[in-house]
């Protein structure tokens, strides 16, 4: 039984369905130990049997043997196996991968065997010294003459220690002197029990072997032995195993950092629409939390006003009752509920003066001791009158209004729903700086005024305290989803509290709104990364086709730009994120000086929203290119220039 035979090989190419036969019956053995040369004119079949024989082509009839077991059906993944570890390649234009260095050339292949990190690095090394590039491990292929290019695609096709070693061409390249020197090296080879199956055109070449099979219009028209076989030698096969996930990162970054200028230029694109939208999201929280500090310095954030959810202006209707005060109670993290009483309208007389203000209120647990300017809250019999309002009475010197009487009057309604004007004279204990201009005291100052004409109170809103401010949202959630019999909602949040959370609403929508606008320049990041990549493909189509002759999978390739994918994202996300604390941290100290506030606050959140949406943008993006990538044919692609 041959180590290697060929049945009946035929194989045609077609052009519009016409068949043009390119091998019309190969029928061939080899031995290990036996230095082939395959010879022939251009255009014989020379490359296509060879194609056929290294497993990058399976489109033939006939068989493929090796020791006895055929390899013309199986799958595309052993397909790959056998290339990884039966043959190895020495191609007429070496075919190096620019990017890699000479050594790591040569570790692509050993990176596909089960040897340790040091023990593939110790053979690249030993490899590289035995074909006599020691001195130049760390050089490029643009580094290297002709015949120094040969030498390390002669190591890379020895590393994973093949049966069968092909050469197509080999010294076609090569200068008279290189050319003796490589084939001694493949002399060697074949001495150390391989097989070496060497397509050339060339005589002296084909003299150099044991043995010359000539080709003629896709025949054997004669196979002659020059000389005997080399003695096989036994050695131990070194352990195979697919290309790793880490090794194809690696060569992606190996890559990039090869075409440093290019990917910078792509990152920072890409990061101008990451850096937009984390600038939004970070301004609407910061204008947001602005707005929220001036209204809350006015007022506790913890206290909320909550009123009927009606539009009628029935006092029955408005009426907030004891049964009201106690459902609400049981609302969790609820602190104290207080009834209050809000009304218009309310007119003021001292001496010959009158005024009206359009706000008047019992005071709430939402004012702050700060509000009073000047004076004490107002206790029973008491009022609270805003510095703006005061001056109506007192231009210059408002704050001498402080411990006078003032006449107020309010307007009720009695059981016939008439109007019944309330009047009482009340102590002004305090001025507050309320801009609104309302009147403010207690609320059994409004209950007296009420019983003074034997007319019914009805409260017409509650001051909910709630015990802590990461708890107002969901408590203000919890009392707008209490229903009424009728199952409609029953209350409605009003007063300042209301107006904040409405204000929040707006505010971060249109920030949200911006954001999205923004996150256009991700769309066009997007387009750009495809567009790169597919070009990256195009450049790299001939380093495809070595990859998959050296046995690396489709899916591999597809890893390799997906890898480079998932770093353009990440780098441009890290860029984003400091042109963002940049920005922020020059805005800041602008608004501080001005406004006394942080007007751009970048959270964590942020941060990582930025980087998680630039990397899987980046890779949605490279899909369709490492697709096209990992579908190339490898032969196709080693003949693409």
């Known amino acids: 039984m041959s180590f290697l035979e060929l049945r009946d090989i035929h194989k045609s190419y077609y052009m519009n369905k016409t068949a043009f036969p390119v091998l019309k019956g190969i029928d061939l053995q080899f ?235 792509i990152i920072f694109g890409a990061s101008i629409g990451i850096f937009s939208v984390i600038l939004m999201l970070g301004l609407g929280r910061g204008v947001k939390g602005y707005i929220n500090h001036e209204i809350y310095s006015q007022i506790k954030p913890t206290a909320v006003q909550v009123a009927q959810n009606t539009d009628s202006q029935k006092p029955t209707k408005l009426e907030m009752g004891q049964a009201d005060v106690t459902r609400i109670k049981k609302i969790s993290h609820v602190k104290k509920v207080e009834l209050g009483y809000y009304g218009q309208g309310v007119q003021v007389q001292r001496g010959g003066t009158s005024a009206t203000s359009s706000i008047f209120q019992t005071m709430t647990d939402q004012m702050l001791a700060k509000s009073v300017k000047k004076g004490t809250k107002a206790k029973t019999g008491e009022v609270m009158l805003s510095k703006v309002f005061a001056k109506k009475f007192n231009k210059q010197h408002p704050y001498q209004l402080i411990g006078k009487k003032v006449k107020v009057s309010i307007t009720g309604m009695n059981s016939k729903h008439l109007p019944v004007v309330m009047t009482k004279s009340l102590t002004v204990s305090g001025i507050t700086d309320d801009s609104s201009g309302q009147l403010q005291t207690n609320l059994q100052t409004i209950r007296n005024m009420y019983s003074s004409k034997k007319l019914t109170f009805r409260a017409n809103f509650a001051t909910v305290m709630i015990d802590s401010l990461k708890n107002v949202t969901s408590v203000q959630d919890k009392i707008k989803a209490l229903k009424a019999d009728n199952g409609k909602k029953q209350y409605q949040l009003t007063g300042a509290g209301a107006i904040v959370s409405t204000l929040n609403t707006y505010i971060q929508l249109a920030f949200y709104v911006l954001a999205a606008i923004a996150g256009i320049s991700l769309l066009v990041s997007a387009i750009m990364i495809i567009v790169v990549l597919y070009i990256s493909v195009s450049e790299r189509t001939k380093e495809i086709g070595i990859l998959r002759a050296l046995g690396v999978r489709r899916k591999d390739v597809r890893h390799l730009f997906l890898s480079e994918a998932f770093f353009l994202g990440l780098f441009s996300s890290v860029l984003a994120l400091i042109f963002t604390e940049i920005v922020a941290l020059l805005a800041n100290n602008v608004a501080n000086k001005y406004i006394g506030y942080t007007i751009i606050e970048i959270t964590s959140n942020y941060m990582i929203f930025g980087i998680v949406v630039a990397v899987i943008i980046s890779l949605l993006a490279a899909l369709a290119p490492a697709g096209q990538a990992a579908k190339l044919d490898p032969i196709e692609s080693l003949a693409y220039e």
């Open 31 to 265: 031995e290990r130990g036996e230095f082939v040369s395959i010879l022939g004119e251009s255009g014989g079949g020379k490359t296509t049997l060879m194609n056929i024989i290294g497993g990058l082509d399976a489109q033939y009839e006939g068989d493929v043997l090796l020791n006895g077991e055929s390899v013309r059906n199986i799958s595309a993944k052993k397909l790959d196996a056998f290339r990884r570890q039966t043959i190895g390649f020495i191609f007429q234009n070496f075919n190096l991968i620019s990017h890699l260095s000479i050594l790591d050339n040569v570790l692509v292949s050993l990176q596909m065997t089960g040897l340790s990190h040091k023990e593939q690095h110790d053979r690249a090394v030993k490899l590289l010294a035995q074909v006599g590039l020691k001195e130049h491990i760390h050089k490029h292929p643009n580094q290297l003459s002709g015949g120094q290019k040969q030498r390390v695609a002669i190591a890379r096709a020895l590393a994973s220690d093949p049966d069968i070693i092909i050469a197509d061409e080999p010294t076609g390249a090569l200068d008279s002197q290189n050319t003796k020197e490589i084939l001694a090296l493949m002399d060697e080879i074949a001495a150390d029990g391989k097989l070496v199956i060497c397509v050339t055109h060339s005589q002296e070449v084909a003299d150099h072997g044991t043995r010359i099979v000539h080709m003629e219009d896709g025949v054997i028209d004669h196979d002659t032995q020059l000389k005997p076989a080399f003695p096989v030698k036994d050695h131990s096969v070194l352990p195979a195993k697919h290309l790793s996930f880490t090794a194809m990162v690696k060569m992606a970054l190996k890559h990039m950092r090869y075409n440093l200028k290019r990917n910078l230029l």
